[in-house]
């Protein structure tokens, strides 16, 4: 089992730029792929995008394809999440998870989900 945390969400206006990290501990964080998924209030977890456990393939929905990139350091336990050019429609908890299933976008196929951050785009 991996603990994750998720860090770097806030207040931001239509068109800056966000960080978001996904801390692990526990476990071998090195061995899964890492996905982001956004959740609105009332609303489902959706994909966000996805990277491979060495980092070398990324996979992302298409609503954020051409403006967010995803990176890692395993020897930091860690993942990013950068977010560029965000738009009103961005804002949601977002939560990193783990999966063993590849680059799955479907949020049952991933576990050991953080406590998520916030992040509010106004415009």
């Known amino acids: 089992q991996v603990q994750l945390v998720e860090s770097g969400g806030g207040l931001v206006q239509a068109g800056d730029s966000l960080r978001l990290s996904c801390a692990a501990s526990?476990?071998?964080?090195?061995?899964?792929?890492v996905g982001w998924f956004r959740q609105a209030p009332g609303q489902e977890r959706n994909f966000v995008g996805a990277?491979?456990?060495?980092?070398?393939?990324?996979y992302f929905a298409a609503s954020v394809k051409d403006r967010f990139t995803m990176s890692r350091d395993n020897a930091k336990n860690t993942v990013w999440l950068t977010m560029r050019s965000l738009k009103p429609e961005d804002t949601a908890r977002y939560y990193c998870?783990?999966?063993?299933?590849?680059?799955?976008?479907?949020?049952?196929?991933?576990?050991?989900w953080g406590q998520g951050t916030q992040v509010t785009v106004t415009s």
């Open positions: 998870g783990v999966t063993n299933d590849g680059l799955g976008s479907q949020a049952y196929q991933y576990d050991d």
């Open positions: 990277i491979t456990d060495d980092g070398g393939k990324t």
């Open positions: 526990g476990g071998s964080f090195s061995t899964y792929a």
